[in-house]
């Protein structure tokens, strides 16, 4: 018995994971070699809900009907939390111009990372994450300046300082990448990890409703990044939610902000990316002007006259 749960339970819990993993890694989606690529990784989403619904139901027969409520809420909680964490994961790839194919390769690493320190915080407590505190409004001010930084360079690449991308040892590694995802991921914990533990004090159900929830994070990272790729002046609405989440960090103290309002934010936000970039490719072009040329500055034959 490992936490009142029997070792059979544990071994064969990640079991399913590293399974789920496997197949995960093979998905022509993560790639981009495939036209389809959005429809994969949109089913290997529904493949992942399905499976933490079906889990819920094996905790539901093997544990009983409490249990299985704790895992659910859990699940959908983390998930919600997490939403945060993706924006934050996109700017850092693309400030350090990390292709798609490097960006799977570095969340894999950093969701095995995140196994290992969330089983770490649910075994210690709330007592320990108290201890990061102090840096959580260290990374907000700092989430705050990319978020300036990102608004003002015009580019994701212009929110990562320049002394950030120099710590990179050689052309090309991805450690320094892998670091700060497992940094950021680590200061979100602090508000994720909480709110699990204010659900349910059974560790295994804390770890596996976290475990699988983390599961999902890669694939809707690609869904999302698919997504906001058509969508032009992106950096603003990106800024927008990253000094959203900042603020939400440097207030937490004082302001609990439910995962639902977090949601709602950050649809209105790319809601309005989405009608701002729908608004600029209804503007019709004049002919006197070349498609690059701003709508202030008179064409060719404007200025001739």
């Given amino acids: 018995m490992i936490a009142g749960v029997s070792w059979v339970w544990w071994v064969g819990f990640h079991a399913v994971v590293a399974a789920v993993l496997l197949a995960d890694s093979f998905l022509p989606g993560h790639r981009r070699e495939s036209r389809h690529a959005q429809a994969f990784v949109w089913v290997g989403i529904a493949g992942l809900v399905l499976a933490a619904a079906g889990f819920a139901c094996w905790i539901a027969v093997a544990q009983g009907r409490q249990p299985a409520i704790e895992f659910t809420a859990g699940y959908m909680i983390e998930t919600s939390l997490s939403i945060d964490n993706l924006f934050v994961f996109m700017v850092l790839f693309q400030g350090?111009?990390?292709?798609?194919?490097?960006?799977?390769?570095?969340?894999?690493?950093?969701?095995?990372?995140?196994?290992?320190?969330?089983?770490?915080?649910?075994?210690?407590?709330?007592?320990?994450?108290?201890?990061?505190?102090?840096?959580?409004?260290?990374?907000?001010?700092?989430?705050?300046?990319?978020?300036?930084?990102?608004?003002?360079?015009?580019?994701?690449?212009?929110?990562?300082?320049?002394?950030?991308?120099?710590?990179?040892?050689?052309?090309?590694?991805?450690?320094?990448?892998?670091?700060?995802?497992?940094?950021?991921?680590?200061?979100?914990?602090?508000?994720?990890?909480?709110?699990?533990?204010?659900?349910?004090?059974?560790?295994?159900?804390?770890?596996?409703?976290?475990?699988?929830?983390?599961?999902?994070?890669?694939?809707?990272?690609?869904?999302?990044s698919g997504m906001l790729e058509r969508f032009r002046n992106l950096h603003y609405g990106l800024g927008a939610i990253l000094a959203f989440t900042a603020l939400k960090m440097l207030a937490a103290r004082w302001i609990d902000v439910p995962a639902t309002i977090s949601l709602v934010v950050i649809g209105v936000i790319l809601a309005v990316c989405a009608v701002m970039t729908a608004r600029d490719r209804a503007t019709p072009v004049s002919k006197d002007r070349s498609p690059g040329t701003p709508a202030g500055t008179k064409g060719p034959r404007e200025q001739e006259s």
């Fill in 96 to 224: 350090f111009r990390i292709s798609p194919q490097r960006q799977h390769k570095a969340l894999m690493w950093g969701v095995w990372g995140a196994f290992v320190l969330r089983a770490l915080f649910i075994a210690a407590g709330i007592s320990l994450l108290r201890r990061f505190e102090w840096v959580t409004w260290v990374f907000g001010l700092f989430l705050l300046y990319m978020a300036w930084r990102l608004v003002r360079g015009g580019s994701a690449h212009a929110a990562i300082p320049e002394w950030i991308v120099r710590l990179q040892p050689a052309k090309g590694s991805l450690l320094p990448v892998i670091l700060a995802v497992e940094f950021t991921d680590l200061l979100f914990a602090t508000d994720s990890i909480p709110a699990i533990l204010s659900i349910t004090h059974n560790p295994f159900v804390a770890y596996t409703s976290n475990v699988m929830a983390i599961l999902g994070l890669r694939s809707l990272y690609f869904a999302l």
